[in-house]
């Protein structure tokens, strides 16, 4: 079975979507996904599975349905593509220098000409963003909070399945999964 990161969408940001990691370890595990390792509260898992990517997806979020009652979205990246985002980092230094506000924004697939027009247009200077493949790289200078393309790119109107994480997390993810192969 090869190891898998699966992103969980929005679960533990606020009192009614609140799924414990011990919980969701003891979950998986049972189900066959182990050995299951968590990163923070907010739906990072590192498991093992022989499905992978949309399959991969498809099963996590009806394990999840069935034993939360949440209907909770999941992204998945094997190892070696979360490698792959980390080397391509199309924003570079400037932005990975405050990790907190330069986020990943994984998407289930690649975004349509549409999308990526909308997405380039939420850009407002002093933000930069660039998309590579199923990832949407955004550098938010002045914080995430007012930010619209930050909005847009959380929010349920991209037509895909998307889950942002900062770059602390994303190098995080990578370390862990680089620890166990």
Same mark, same amino acid.
């Given at each position: 079975m090869a190891q898998q990161i699966a992103?969980?969408?929005?679960i533990n940001l606020g009192p009614s979507r609140r799924i414990a990691m011990? %919980?969701?370890?003891a979950l998986l595990s049972e189900r066959g996904y182990g050995p299951?390792?968590?990163?923070?509260?907010?739906?990072n898992v590192l498991l093992h599975? %022989?499905?992978?990517?949309? %399959?991969l997806a498809r099963e996590l979020e009806q394990q999840l349905a069935d034993a939360f009652k949440l209907d909770v979205p999941v992204v998945v990246r094997s190892p070696e593509e979360l490698a792959d985002v980390v080397l391509r980092n199309p924003l570079g230094a400037p932005a990975a220098a405050d990790p907190r506000r330069y986020q990943v924004t994984?998407?289930?697939?690649?975004?349509?000409?549409?999308?990526?027009?909308?997405?380039?247009?939420?850009a407002i200077a002093p933000e930069q963003v660039a998309v590579s493949g199923?990832?949407?790289f955004a550098w938010h200078p002045d914080g995430i909070v007012?930010?619209?393309?930050?909005?847009?790119?959380?929010?349920p109107r991209l037509g895909v399945t998307a889950t942002a994480r900062?770059?602390?997390?994303?190098?995080a993810l990578l370390r862990l999964a680089d620890s166990e192969r």
């Amino acid at each position: 079975m090869a190891q898998q990161i699966a992103l969980l969408r929005a679960i533990n940001l606020g009192p009614s979507r609140r799924i414990a990691m011990g %919980e969701l370890r003891a979950l998986l595990s049972e189900r066959g996904y182990g050995p299951v390792r968590t990163h923070l509260a907010s739906g990072n898992v590192l498991l093992h599975s %022989e499905a992978v990517g949309e %399959e991969l997806a498809r099963e996590l979020e009806q394990q999840l349905a069935d034993a939360f009652k949440l209907d909770v979205p999941v992204v998945v990246r094997s190892p070696e593509e979360l490698a792959d985002v980390v080397l391509r980092n199309p924003l570079g230094a400037p932005a990975a220098a405050d990790p907190r506000r330069y986020q990943v924004t994984f998407l289930s697939q690649t975004p349509s000409v549409d999308l990526l027009a909308r997405i380039d247009a939420a850009a407002i200077a002093p933000e930069q963003v660039a998309v590579s493949g199923r990832e949407v790289f955004a550098w938010h200078p002045d914080g995430i909070v007012s930010s619209p393309l930050a909005k847009l790119l959380g929010g349920p109107r991209l037509g895909v399945t998307a889950t942002a994480r900062n770059w602390n997390t994303v190098t995080a993810l990578l370390r862990l999964a680089d620890s166990e192969r």
